[in-house]
């Protein structure tokens, strides 16, 4: 480890030791990236998306009250409806005129079931694929969910309802990309059954099986967005990130943690998911849009190019933004870029600023390109020193 590693670690831990976190500091030192030595990148990341406040002394008690919190919606959105769905149908009292599997009233139970699981579904069919590139999702976690793996509790789990389903989730995807497809060549993923991460035996479950729960719960809690594609490509890294804590006190709530990190983040982004918003300002083709108009500003050459081959932002850009990013890099490269992005002030609009500096960092190819070549390089983005991006968008941003 260099002299110059050592004194950015001990920056961090000065400013995290003190009672009151100085943000605009912490800020500051995390826009160069966060060191994962000591979890301090963990520690960081709750911070900056707000799960932990800057009071420290306060944070035992909120981590207690939030786990919990967590460990009562599993209760209530998978132990509890499991429970009922074992006991559906014992007797034929259970199967009444007023609530039976045909019943089109929304609010029967049977209704609200065979809802929720064409979104499980859909999540399960995702998050079997998750960063295919490592081996990390389809590993058995250490610390597996008691509540849910309990072998005194006789219900039906998210895996035995997946299991047990006749539903086909090729008629349950939902697809927010519209043109775009959603995964990156980039990525070697592949839609191939052979592909999808297998479920481990009864008594162990794989980190993908995790955060299958986590986007059920988040659907269950947030009916109005529920669950889209491309939402796991988020929590994804939050979880991998939380999940690889050394400190093993905190690796062991990383399903709670990540998810009310991923809520948080959720509520900044979550436009970029709804439809009938992408034509607002706050919209997706709103900011794809910005895209280009900042490109425009910043070199008109490439862009008046872009314009002539008549290439939209929306064939490389709706995937960038909605994605943050996480699938046009290797893991680790992501993780680093939200460092940077969750250090911002304005994240989302230094996001804007990435995007537009990953164009100019080609510029010489596009330029030359035609618009099959050009496609291909925006498609499958060739740079690879994520470093070499983040300070182009920092030049881009200070020159404002």
């Known amino acids: 480890m260099s002299s110059l590693h050592k004194s950015r670690?001990?920056?961090?831990q000065d400013v995290l030791k003190e009672p009151s976190i100085a943000l605009e500091k912490l800020?500051?030192?995390s826009f160069s990236g966060i060191p994962c030595e000591g979890g301090l990148r963990c520690l960081c990341w709750k911070i900056l998306l707000n799960y932990l406040p800057l009071e420290r002394a306060s944070w035992t008690s909120i981590l207690a009250k939030q786990r919990e919190l967590y460990a009562q919606f599993l209760r209530e959105m998978i132990i509890q409806p499991g429970i009922a769905k074992a006991n559906m149908g014992v007797s034929r009292e259970d199967v009444t005129f007023e609530d039976h599997p045909l019943n089109p009233n929304p609010d029967s139970r049977w209704n609200t079931y065979f809802r929720d699981n064409e979104v499980l579904l859909q999540i399960d069919k995702d998050v079997r694929r998750l960063c295919p590139d490592i081996s990390f999702f389809q590993r058995a976690t250490e610390y597996p969910c008691l509540l849910i793996l309990d072998p005194q509790n006789e219900f039906e789990t998210l895996r035995k309802r997946v299991e047990q389903t006749t539903l086909k989730s090729q008629t349950v995807a939902r697809n927010r990309s519209g043109v775009t497809n959603m995964s990156s060549p980039h990525k070697n993923s592949a839609p191939s059954s052979l592909n999808e991460y297998e479920v481990l035996p009864n008594g162990c479950e794989a980190h993908w099986e995790v955060v299958e729960r986590i986007l059920f719960i988040y659907a269950k809690l947030n009916p109005g967005i529920a669950y889209v594609q491309g939402m796991n490509e988020i929590v994804g890294p939050l979880y991998y990130t939380f999940a690889t804590d050394p400190n093993s006190e905190w690796k062991e709530h990383a399903e709670a943690d990540t998810?009310?990190?991923f809520t948080n983040l959720m509520a900044e982004i979550r436009d970029?998911?709804?439809?009938?918003l992408d034509d607002s300002q706050c919209g997706i083709t709103y900011k794809m849009e910005k895209v280009y108009s900042t490109l425009k500003d910043k070199d008109v050459e490439l862009y008046l190019k872009l314009q002539e081959q008549n290439i939209k932002p929306q064939f490389f850009a709706f995937r960038w933004l909605t994605l943050l990013l996480?699938?046009?890099?290797?893991?680790?490269?992501?993780i680093r870029i939200w460092d940077s992005l969750f250090a911002d002030d304005n994240r989302f609009?230094?996001?804007?600023l990435v995007c537009c500096a990953m164009l100019m960092l080609i510029r010489e190819q596009l330029l030359e390109g035609d618009f099959t070549v050009n496609m291909r390089l925006l498609q499958d983005y060739p740079i690879t020193d994520v470093c070499q991006i983040l300070q182009k968008a920092k030049e881009l941003q200070d020159s404002k």
Do not use: T
């Open 27 to 29: 800020r500051e030192l």
């Open 349 to 352: 609009d230094f996001l804007l």
């Open 9 to 12: 670690i001990a920056d961090f």
């Open 326 to 334: 996480s699938q046009e890099f290797l893991l680790p490269d992501v």
């Open 259 to 261: 998810f009310f990190c």
């Open 272 to 276: 970029n998911f709804i439809k009938s």
